[in-house]
């Protein structure tokens, strides 16, 4: 009977306050919005595109103003609330005109009166970068060259004809970029004429022409390993080795392990190391694997390296040490035995050989595929390498105790070339 006594009371308390009906939508409008079209605006054409600025009428309904348009063939629109007066359209490729419509939007999302516009973009990012694009031949492939003045996210897709397949271009590889000037290699093709295609793509679904380039790419190989350790014969350069870490561990194909690899003893004098390659080689790319897979960032990841290289020594000059000083390493009093302020001779031995520098952000990708440095293209065929540190990970200029390290490294190019 109390159950019973209970629902028939609540009932009577439903009825006497008039139990509100949940299904009412209080989102919708008692009276038409009945407002007229944005009248105060500004159209300024940009790149593939055009920016609207406008003036929001002082109306407290107003929640947004947005833009309604084609492109592709398919409907798009773009939103901007009342705190900002700007519209941006992007995504145009080859088109003239573009018509757009123009609405104030209130709190039941209710369109004002429309307003009708129509501009001409300029011309678009992806024209803008494919008519920028440079080809030349390289070691293994190809190398691109090209301008992305906005910074656009481009893919870059390179195809080449494959004769089983009636002849026709078929994709080899998507290169993802948003580089500013961006150069980048395609690789792993044969020393055989080739016809490479290129063409650019944008997150709007746009394609660039298609340009296409005959060549022989150059011969590339790894120069094989072992490579041989020159440092006790190179004066000056830092020859030791921490907790027994061989520098044999430098060219043995073991990477991404934690702790692999080889380090400098801390406090012993020099940043720099001489490899032999063993043969005489037309290089393309130095790889070098930070010593860390999961510390990029961490330990004493070389940063930036200036190299030097030569296809000989010249034996009568290594009892001459002056000769082999590094002038940034002296400033930097990396020697204990020699005066920051002494005077170098008036030739040493960058003299005689050739210089380039090189530099690198370590992330997780590098650290697992390795810091890839490209080499000049006009750098003459050398055997011996000498590696000055200007950087890690942690300290720019190396910390003073000259400590740095690296798990693997490996030359690749042309060793077909004449051998001294």
């Known amino acids: 009977m109390k159950i019973i006594s209970y629902i028939i009371a609540a009932l009577l308390v439903c ?5 509100e009906d949940t299904s009412t939508d209080k989102r919708v409008p008692k009276e038409p919005w009945n407002v007229g079209p944005i009248t105060e605006y500004t159209i300024t054409p940009i790149n593939g595109g055009a920016e609207i600025t406008y003036t929001i009428p002082n109306d407290p309904d ?3 103003v947005m833009v309604e348009y084609e492109r592709n063939g398919k409907i798009y629109t773009e939103k901007s609330s009342v705190h900002k007066n700007l519209l941006t359209i992007e995504g145009f490729h080859r088109q003239n005109k573009v018509k757009a419509t123009l609405y104030k939007v209130n709190r ?3 369109r004002s ?3 009708m516009i129509e501009f001409e973009p300029l011309e678009s990012l992806i024209d803008i970068t494919f008519n920028s694009l440079k080809l030349q031949t390289s070691f293994g492939g190809i190398v691109g060259v090209w301008d992305n003045p906005k910074g656009t996210e481009l893919g870059v897709r390179l195809m080449t004809y494959d004769d089983s397949l009636y002849n026709d271009l078929v994709t080899r590889e998507m290169y993802y970029s948003q580089m500013i000037e961006e150069k980048h290699s395609f690789r792993g093709y044969e020393a055989v004429e080739t016809t490479f295609a290129l063409s650019f793509e944008d997150k709007w679904g746009n394609s660039s022409d298609t340009i296409r380039y005959t060549t022989t790419p150059f011969f590339e190989t790894m120069i094989p ?3 041989a350790d020159a440092r006790s014969t190179i004066p000056y350069d830092n020859v030791s080795n921490l907790s027994g870490r061989n520098t044999g561990t430098l060219w043995d194909n073991i990477v991404n392990t934690s702790g692999h690899g080889w380090l400098t003893n801390p406090g012993n004098p020099g940043l720099s190391m001489t490899i032999d390659m063993k043969q005489v080689a037309k290089l393309s790319r130095i790889i070098h694997h930070p010593y860390h897979i999961n510390a990029p960032y961490g330990q004493a990841n070389i940063t930036e390296m200036e190299v030097w290289a030569t296809d000989k020594l010249d034996y009568d000059l290594l009892s001459n040490r002056d000769y082999w000083l590094d002038s940034l390493s002296v400033r930097q009093g990396r020697f204990p035995t020699v005066n920051p302020m002494y005077e170098l001779p008036k030739r040493t031995f960058k003299d005689d050989g050739i210089t380039w520098a090189i530099s690198v952000f370590p992330s997780i990708l590098l650290a697992r595929d390795g810091s890839e440095y490209e080499i000049p293209i006009d750098i003459p065929p050398v055997r011996y390498i000498r590696i000055f540190v200007r950087a890690i990970a ?5 910390p003073a105790n000259n400590y740095w390290s690296m798990s693997e490294i490996s030359f690749y190019g042309d060793n077909t070339v004449p051998q001294n």
């Open 15 to 19: 009825s006497f306050f008039a139990c």
């Open 62 to 64: 107003i929640m947004y």
């Open 108 to 110: 039941y999302e209710q």
């Open 113 to 115: 009166a429309p307003l």
């Open 225 to 227: 390993k072992p490579y």
């Open 394 to 398: 942690l300290s720019n200029p190396p």
